[in-house]
């Protein structure tokens, strides 16, 4: 278990989580566009509205508005794959709850919604290796593919002038903690991931 963070990163980390909650909200909005069990669907209409909900709250919480987008991302349109993808980003999103939380406990009910995102997701992908095959197998490629990319997207949520005397605990704790929940589940056999140089820290 890492340790709470000082006050003075407080800030930092409400401006990453509005951030995460920003583009948590239009890859939802963009999942709902794509071919979704019927269960899924109702999950992800009321999930666009309680990221809504956060999204507001932190705006008013830093006198700041979100970048407002104009068309919706691209998500994967294969469900096998776009159920690892909404899980793996539903994960980073819980670990950066828990370090607000740590810093705010008065935001503890936004750490309980995650933790029912990463539930719900979890599920899914648990249902979709029960069945083995060629989409469970198609799942656990793209969790490998989705692991690669996760080291470069944690330096820039921990790139601030306040996190960098925690910079690797930090990094390490988070990835860590993705790699825990993938094992878990049964998207990767074992062994931790490739870690990037911290250097990308900076430049990313």
């Known amino acids: ?15 990453q989580f509005l951030k995460a909650e920003a583009m948590a909200l239009w890859a939802v909005r963009s999942a709902q566009a794509q071919d979704v069990p019927p269960g899924v669907l109702q999950f ?45 980003y539903e994960t980073l999103g819980l670990e950066f ?33 029960v069945h083995g095959g060629p989409a469970a197998e198609g799942s656990r490629q793209a969790a490998e593919a989705w692991r690669k990319r996760l080291p470069r997207t944690v330096d820039r949520y ?23 929940r993938f094992m878990a589940v049964g998207l990767v056999a074992g062994g931790k991931g490739e870690r990037t140089p911290l250097a990308t820290a900076a430049s990313g």
């Open 1 to 15: 278990m890492i340790q709470p963070l000082p006050s003075t990163c407080e800030r930092a980390i409400l401006e």
């Open 44 to 88: 992800l209409r009321r999930h666009e509205e309680e990221e809504a909900q956060h999204l507001k709250q932190f705006e008013q919480l830093l006198g700041t508005s979100s970048h407002g987008k104009t068309a919706l991302p691209r998500v994967p349109s294969q469900w096998r794959v776009l159920a690892v993808h909404l899980y793996g």
């Open 97 to 129: 709850a828990k370090l607000l939380v740590g810093l705010r406990p008065d935001l503890s009910s936004i750490m309980d919604d995650e933790a029912v995102h990463v539930g719900f997701f979890e599920d899914e992908v648990r249902a979709i290796l």
């Open 158 to 180: 921990l790139h601030d002038e306040s996190l960098a005397p925690f910079l690797v605990a930090l990094r390490q704790h988070i990835l860590d903690a993705v790699d825990a």
